[in-house]
């Protein structure tokens, strides 16, 4: 395709156009609104259906009941409204229900800063709904990455029958780029299918880990049943309560259908870590400044290397146990207080330093912060250099 300068929010929208997303239910909230005032456009022009709610908790449950009769949907806000949705998001777990939630940080807590860019919805993207629960949570670092990863969102979320969260920040999805976006023979496309098995041996057929069936939409030729209880997995329908079998069943069949899968999921991106000393663990949009820091470090003969997690959730935890083999420190810059670092850490399993570098106060990091940090390491560690 020919080059085109996008937005960010506005290449969220089309990736979701392009997956097969027909239904957007949400409520305007700075930075994400321009997500919004896209699809309602976009949407119609394919067949799809735009609902400005009263508010987020009505978006998610609408997003919801959308997937569960049989279309893709997706819904897009940010800190305040991600956290109205949280209920919403357990149900989506609990019951199965494949949707995607875009959620563009910004700072907080409560209104905090509305049109600056933060990080700090990492740790309520794995951990902000109730009770034990798997997600999946990916990063786009640029306007191409807003596209691609909608695409991979929708993709990861129709084949483990889980809501996924988007991770975009104000910086990413409001700047502009000049893009070339793939074509439709060039992206692949997880399409809503129906379960390998017919109606009448549907209540005796369960998912398993290996093999995760389809959800049957509301309204089809198969009985459906959705609960936010407590259900048991082989016959699909409400448990007794109080069985703690069929409740340790599926609480741990929702938790490893994700994390048996998790190298599959996991993405990163690996930059000069051949010979680095010294790595950077970068995301978002801190990601594309501490990519100038490693050219500038680079081009000083100093050895360093980046990994960028494009999946947050499931945590990278095998790159990162790589990583902790070959290099003596690990700098994490990122825009909250040590969300993720503690992760880094917690994987490093003391192999190598960690040093965490965060700012909350709404502005971006830049390069030459993270140019201090590589400095004042390879001082420590190369005395007169």
């Not at 020919?2 to 909230?29: M, S, W």
């Not at 449950?61 to 049989?70: H, I, L, P, R, Y």
């Not at 060039?186 to 017919?198: K, Y």
């Not at 007794?240 to 599926?250: K, N, R, S, V």
């Amino acid at each position: 395709m020919k080059a085109q300068l996008l937005q960010g929010n506005e290449a969220v929208a089309e990736g979701a156009i392009a997956a097969g997303a027909r239904f957007f239910a949400g409520y305007p909230i700075t930075p994400s609104t321009e997500i919004a005032e896209v699809l309602s456009r976009r949407l119609p022009q394919v067949g799809g259906k735009f609902v400005q709610m009263e508010d987020e908790i009505a978006s998610m449950a609408a997003v919801v009941g959308a997937s569960m009769a049989g279309c893709k949907a997706l819904t897009a806000t940010s800190g305040p409204g991600f956290s109205l949705m949280q209920e919403a998001i357990g149900y989506a777990c609990m019951a199965q229900v494949p949707c995607v939630v875009v959620d563009v940080m910004r700072g907080g807590p409560s209104t905090g800063l509305p049109t600056d860019p933060a990080q700090g919805d990492v740790m309520q993207a794995r951990w902000g709904t109730h009770g034990e629960h798997a997600i999946i949570a990916l990063c786009p670092s640029s306007v191409e990455e807003c596209y691609t990863l909608t695409i991979e969102a929708f993709n990861l979320s129709e084949s483990y029958r889980t809501p996924v969260i988007l991770l975009s920040d104000a910086c990413v999805g409001h700047m502009r780029e000049s893009v070339e976006l793939p074509g439709p023979d060039e992206i692949r496309i997880a399409e809503r299918g129906e379960p390998g098995c017919e109606p009448d041996e549907y209540d005796t057929t369960a998912s398993t880990i290996d093999h995760i069936m389809p959800a049957p939409p509301l309204g089809s030729r198969y009985t459906v049943h959705a609960t936010g209880l407590v259900y048991d997995r082989q016959r699909a329908c409400l448990a007794e309560t109080g069985d703690p079998e069929i409740a340790g069943d599926l609480g741990r069949y929702l938790r490893e259908k994700i994390y048996h899968h998790r190298n599959a999921i996991a993405r990163v991106e690996e930059v000069e870590m051949a010979d680095a000393e010294v790595a950077i663990f970068a995301y978002g949009s801190v990601a594309r400044s501490a990519m100038e820091a490693l050219r500038r470090a680079r081009r000083e003969g100093l050895p360093v290397g980046l990994l960028r997690p494009l999946t947050l959730w499931p945590f990278p935890t095998a790159a990162v146990d790589r990583m902790a083999e070959q290099v003596r420190t690990v700098i994490v810059p990122e825009m909250n207080l040590k969300q993720m670092s503690w992760e880094v850490q917690a994987a490093v399993e003391g192999r190598a330093r960690v040093v965490d570098y965060g700012r909350v106060d709404g502005r971006l990091i830049r390069p030459k912060e993270i140019d201090a940090l590589i400095r004042e390491e390879f001082r420590h560690h190369r005395p007169g250099q």
